[in-house]
């Protein structure tokens, strides 16, 4: 079992910064590869970056690549992303999410652990 918290979401003018933060609980952090989702209001969640256990992998949807980097600290259980030249459409809920497998992915179905999300709105 692991419980996922996100931080660092809120409110930053197009073209800024932000940092996402989700701490994870259990023993077994460094098994879990680890996805970063989004909502936008009236859309469905999307994927929008993954990495695997040990962190050699990375995945990025087209949307963030160049912009969004992910990375985990399997010492201190917490997974980050990154996000610069920051757009009005990256506004959504982003979500951290977990999966029991050493391969990333980018499909929602293969995670079985979620956080409640944090918001972050890019202002134009």
């Known amino acids: 079992q692991v419980q996922l918290v996100e931080s660092g979401g809120g409110l930053v003018q197009a073209g800024g910064s932000l940092a996402l933060s989700c701490a994870a609980s259990?023993?077994?952090?460094?098994?879990?590869?680890m996805g970063w989702f989004r909502q936008a209001p009236g859309k469905e969640r999307e994927f929008v970056a993954a990495i695997n256990w040990s962190g050699g992998n990375t995945n990025y949807a087209d949307s963030v690549k160049g912009r969004f980097t992910i990375s985990r600290d399997n010492a201190k259980n917490t997974v980050s992303l990154q996000m610069n030249s920051l757009k009005p459409e990256d506004t959504a809920i982003y979500y951290c999410?977990?999966?029991?497998?050493?391969?990333?992915?980018?499909?929602?179905?293969?995670?079985?652990?979620w956080g409640q999300g944090t918001q972050v709105t890019v202002s134009s």
């Open positions: 259990g023993r077994t952090f460094s098994s879990y590869s």
């Open positions: 999410a977990a999966r029991n497998s050493v391969w990333v992915a980018t499909t929602e179905n293969f995670y079985a652990y």
